[in-house]
């Protein structure tokens, strides 16, 4: 008996290092978006609903493990990533790559099953995180553009899985989607700015040291948000543009007061601003519709 206990919590314990390569925080947030994207397409049908979720998450996961793959040395110098499976040497490359691998199949398979674009769209987003925002992160704001297109692609993926058609509202998820990335990647990186030094990661648009610049232009980042709603009017229904430029004006608002007190502690405040931001956000969008 101790022996098959031994055994099982060796086993469950193998299963959450390769539960961790997925990075379930961030990959809940993506599938969260692209299921949000298909229920303002009008998503009724719970297969669909399903393969989504499965298919979603497999794909993110797939892609935060390849990343994690990739940046095994870079995490090891980190004081946020040092203890994840790889710098820990809890996992071998080798059985990272063979999941990941995995993974990225299951996840194209079960987007085939919504429809052969679906299953597209996410190899390309796919692609752009593991092979073009990776390896750019070294190399300045670019990389921040790359990862923008990447994470602006699950709500599309989303929308895209119940209905094929390219709409203003389509068009409209993807520019907020788009636009808000660039606020979330700089607030992280500014909250992990010493580490991602130890790394050699630029992400910031000034160098980390100049933090009233930064600051500036995540304020200008996030004013992009309530400034886009407008542009918007001609495209959406009055309930949607008002309902996005209400909520960008509150989230601009409440940045450019924590973006004053430039603290570790307002950043943080900012960073559960701006999820908060996307997840009301969607939901006015799919209630409003």
């Known amino acids: 008996m101790a022996v098959l206990i031994s055994l099982s919590l060796s086993f469950l314990h193998r299963l959450s290092l390769y539960f961790q390569l997925t990075k379930p925080r961030l990959s809940i947030v993506v599938v969260f978006s692209a299921v949000m994207g298909a229920l303002v397409a009008g998503l009724s049908d719970i297969w669909q609903f399903l393969w989504l979720i499965l298919g979603g998450y497999a794909l993110t996961g797939s892609a935060n493990a390849a990343n994690q793959i990739w940046e095994r040395e870079s995490d090891a110098l980190m004081e946020r990533t040092r203890h994840r499976p790889l710098p820990m040497g809890l996992l071998s490359v080798m059985e990272a790559t063979i999941f990941t691998f995995i993974l990225f199949v299951i996840a194209v398979l079960l987007l085939f099953k919504l429809r052969w674009g679906v299953a597209l769209l996410g190899i390309i987003a796919w692609v ?30 989303g929308y895209w899985a119940v209905r094929d058609q390219v709409t203003s509202t389509l068009a409209a998820l993807f520019l907020l989607q788009f636009a808000w990335q660039f606020p979330h990647f700089w607030v992280i990186a500014w909250l992990a700015r010493a580490d991602y030094e130890k790394a050699h990661f630029r992400m910031l648009p000034f160098p980390a040291q100049r933090l009233r610049e930064n600051a500036w232009a995540i304020g200008m980042a996030i004013l992009l948000l309530p400034t886009l709603s407008l542009l918007l009017i001609p495209f959406l229904p009055w309930r949607l543009w008002l309902w996005t430029f209400v909520l960008g004006v509150v989230v601009t608002a409440f940045a450019g007061y924590q973006l004053w007190l430039t603290s570790q502690k307002a950043m943080r405040y900012l960073l559960l601003s701006l999820t908060a931001y996307l997840i009301l956000l969607y939901l006015g969008l799919w209630l409003l519709i």
């Open 128 to 157: 752009l995180y593991v092979f073009a925002y990776t390896p750019l992160k070294r190399h300045g704001v670019i990389a921040v553009v790359v990862g923008a297109v990447a994470g602006a692609l699950p709500p599309v993926i």
